[in-house]
């Protein structure tokens, strides 16, 4: 009944049927069959698999049965449903994977502890925070048992967040430099933090996760501020990089000089007036995605942008913004350092040129040599032929000598210009197929042809024998045609004086094959 509201088939229509029509929806046995392994292994067999007609995941485990005399007569199989079991597994693997990737991509400080206090997880922002690898404390230090933590007053937020309480901790620096952390080099950092329990489904606290954004810079920025305005005045008219300030409605309310050199535009052009008059239309909105990013408290440094001069001409920069806030740590404007790169874009592009024209030359260096190569192997053929014959003809021992010599010669330079396309192919990794019919028995006797005269100087017999009619195969005639001449080429070469090199075609499995065998020393194994 079960099997049967599983297959949605009527009891009485199972019966009879074949058990991989109604399991697998197959015309036969499946590849992964348990029962088709049980009856040649005598074991139980199990299978896991998705069966796309059912929509559903079963598992499928096939049992034998055995006669008096040990034989397997057949095969009992029990089908369970394991959907909701392997749609949990897949849902917790994309939890995993989110988690993972959130650890990896987020640009906050992620801690990750046991039950104990011991630290398990951290990501590279944590790396980044403190200057020391994630070695240094994963694994051995423990939240519940630092000096430091207790004494900077976490370890009251730590313990709530245990008890399963999401707390947010109230601003603080941290030394990580004692006695049970790991050496910070003194990175002595203001942090923002919260921790949060993580429980299972019953509620359960599981882990705690703590969560840093670094403040550092912000602090110290509001320091800054405290000290002296005068002093940022001073830095803003001395760098070499413009530097202009705006209020919370983007209009400017201070213009460097170097800002003023960048940009074309008087400082009493530009104060009062909107930070979009050296943006470009189409990076308006940019502008305003950015800032609500920053006032977020995401960090922005060093952002490449563009920007329009008072001529009009538009540079390339990179930009940094950073919120200015008053003494009671609200914001109230944005100041962006703008650094000109269009001399480096310039070179970049130039260089980009450079690479494709390199990349074109090298191209056309390639072809220069297969063209060149293609060229002087026709002409080599007919000399090695031409050649041939007239050893065979000229009886003078000293004739005979100097044809010998051109003929050595000759083969070297057909080796040479084979050499030189084996290079072209090799050199541009690519090797382009020009695929059509081919008579593969016209094309071994071509072969055979052309090596018959280095077969008969050796006296070896070059036999060639196709056992069926062998129709016509869709090929690249060149590659291999180059093939099977190295194979025939090292069968004469190597071979002894009398020898014999047998060349077969034959189908195998509705393939083509091409066989060559000697008598001569054979090749390596290893090779």
């Known amino acids: 009944k079960a099997l049967s509201e599983l297959l949605g088939i009527p009891p009485e229509e199972l019966v009879g049927e074949k058990c991989y029509k109604v399991f697998h929806n197959e015309k036969t046995f499946p590849s992964f069959c348990p029962m088709k392994t049980s009856f040649k292994t005598k074991e139980a067999e199990a299978v896991e698999v998705f069966e796309p007609h059912l929509g559903r995941w079963i598992s499928v485990l096939g049992t034998p049965l055995f006669d008096d005399e040990n034989n397997v007569k057949g095969v009992v199989h029990v089908v369970r449903d394991i959907t909701e079991r392997k749609e949990a597994e897949e849902a917790l693997?994309?939890?995993?994977?989110?988690?993972?990737?959130?650890?990896?991509?987020?640009?906050?400080?992620?801690?990750?502890?046991?039950?104990?206090?011991?630290?398990?997880?951290?990501?590279?922002?944590?790396?980044?925070?403190?200057?020391?690898?994630?070695?240094?404390?994963?694994?051995?230090?423990?939240?519940?048992?630092?000096?430091?933590?207790?004494?900077?007053?976490?370890?009251?937020?730590?313990?709530?967040?245990?008890?399963?309480?999401?707390?947010?901790?109230?601003?603080?620096?941290?030394?990580?430099?004692?006695?049970?952390?790991?050496?910070?080099?003194?990175?002595?950092?203001?942090?923002s933090t919260r921790i949060y329990p993580l429980k299972d489904n019953a509620g359960k606290v599981k882990n705690i996760v703590i969560t840093h954004e670094d403040i550092t810079e912000r602090k110290k920025a509001e320091e800054f501020l405290k000290e002296t305005k005068t002093f940022l005045d001073n830095i803003i008219q001395s760098a070499a990089d413009a530097i202009i300030t705006v209020d919370l409605d983007d209009r400017i309310t201070s213009f460097s000089p170097s800002a003023e050199t960048m940009f074309g535009f008087k400082a009493d052009e530009m104060i009062g007036k909107s930070i979009l008059k050296i943006y470009p239309e189409e990076l308006k909105e940019e502008r305003k995605n950015l800032v609500k990013k920053r006032l977020k408290g995401s960090q922005l440094d060093r952002v490449r942008t563009k920007r329009i001069r008072k001529d009009g001409t538009t540079i390339d920069i990179t930009l940094s913004l950073a919120l200015l806030k008053d003494a009671n740590n609200k914001p109230i404007g944005i100041v962006g350092i703008s650094h000109d790169i269009t001399q480096h874009m310039e070179a970049e592009r130039e260089l980009k040129k450079a690479y494709e024209n390199l990349i074109e030359l090298d191209r056309m260096k390639g072809e220069f040599l297969q063209n060149v190569s293609h060229e002087l192997r026709t002409p080599l053929t007919s000399m090695i032929a031409t050649i041939g014959l007239l050893k065979e003809k000229i009886k003078d021992e000293k004739i005979h000598k100097i044809i010998e010599l051109n003929e050595s010669s000759t083969w070297k330079l057909n080796r040479l210009v084979g050499d030189l396309l084996e290079f072209g192919t090799i050199e541009r990794n690519v090797k382009e197929l020009k695929l059509a019919p081919v008579n593969i028995e016209d094309l071994i006797s071509e072969i055979l042809e052309f090596y018959q005269l280095s077969a008969n100087e050796k006296q070896i017999n070059v036999t060639f024998s196709a056992k069926e009619n062998i129709p016509p195969v869709i090929i690249d005639r060149a590659a291999i045609c180059t093939v099977v001449s190295n194979l025939l080429n090292n069968a004469i070469k190597f071979n002894k004086e009398g020898g014999k090199v047998e060349v077969k075609a034959s189908i195998k499995n509705n393939q083509i094959e091409v066989s060559i065998e000697d008598t001569g020393i054979g090749i390596h194994q290893k090779n």
Do not use: C
């Open 93 to 191: 693997k994309e939890n995993e994977a989110r988690f993972s990737l959130l650890m990896h991509q987020s640009p906050s400080v992620i801690e990750l502890y046991d039950l104990d206090g011991l630290q398990i997880k951290v990501n590279e922002a944590y790396e980044t925070l403190w200057g020391f690898p994630a070695s240094h404390t994963v694994n051995k230090f423990n939240v519940l048992k630092s000096k430091e933590v207790e004494d900077t007053g976490l370890m009251y937020y730590v313990k709530k967040a245990y008890s399963g309480e999401a707390v947010t901790v109230p601003e603080y620096s941290f030394d990580p430099t004692g006695a049970t952390e790991a050496q910070g080099k003194g990175r002595i950092r203001w942090l």
